[in-house]
């Protein structure tokens, strides 16, 4: 008899990112009224996102736990937590083990930050051993313009090939690459710890589609990952910049909810699993 589908493992998370350009404040307020499990601090500009008690404020006030917290290693936060990337990881992981929080997010070294993409591998395990925090790289990019691409990220904008304990996937990420999503899924192996589920076409912007939109795997991935009873989070981080409302930006966003949700229930015992093995 085919047992009833079971509840998924990993929770399924909110990046503040995605309200942009609304506030971490309002992410906090939109994701406890759509039903998200937690929120992924996308660490920024906005002053909110820098201030752990003003975070745990908002997470007792709507009862949304911090999931993740992402450093601040974009271009625009250069100087948000002090300009020496290793004073900020080192802000990230406190502000994870205060709020609660299992994983920081990071990215690769930009190319022009020689001193640390030298010591990049060695330092991210050094601070992986200093707490049970997990520090997920995450996969970038090539920057490409017309007929140009330009490699900003190092070691490598794929993180596969270097040696870390934990990965974040991002499917924005493998679309703008033009990478194959479920070998690079393969490749990081039980060392997947996060996961940004977006969606992309390929083009040479990073476009952070709603699930389902793109031409990314994003179903085939999150079936896998219930397969396998995956732990980790799943974070929405798509773009709603382009909404013409909060009504358009909220629906956006418990679209990707729903999706994900219905994608990364395990198949009920009887079945074959996505990747065609029989589960009786």
Known sequence: MVQPARAPVAKVGLSTASVYPESTAAAFEIAGRLGYDGVEVMVWTDPVSQDVEALRRLADAHGVPVLAVHAPCLLITQRVWSTD?????????????????????????????RAYAREFVAG??????????????????????????????AP?????????????????HTATSRADTLAMLDRMGDRLGHVHIADGNGSAKDEHLVPGRGVQPCAELLQRLAARRFDGH????????????????????????????????????????PAGTWRP
């Open 124 to 153: 991210i395990w050094r601070m992986a051993d200093e707490t049970d925090v997990r520090f997920a790289v995450e996969n970038m990019y090539p920057w490409r313009y017309r007929d140009r691409e330009m490699l900003a990220y």
């Open 234 to 273: 799943v974070v929405v981080e798509v773009n709603t910049r382009r909404a013409m409302s909060a009504a358009e930006r909220e629906a956006d966003l418990a679209e990707a909810l729903a999706y994900t949700r219905r994608h990364l229930t395990p198949a009920p015992y009887g079945t074959h699993d």
């Open 156 to 172: 490598d904008w794929d993180p596969t090939r270097d040696d870390y304990r934990h990965f974040t996937i991002d499917l924005s």
């Open 85 to 113: 990337p290793w004073t900020k990881l080192e802000r990230a992981r406190s502000a994870a083990e205060r709020l609660g929080a299992s994983t920081v997010v990071v990215h690769p070294p930009f190319r022009w930050q």
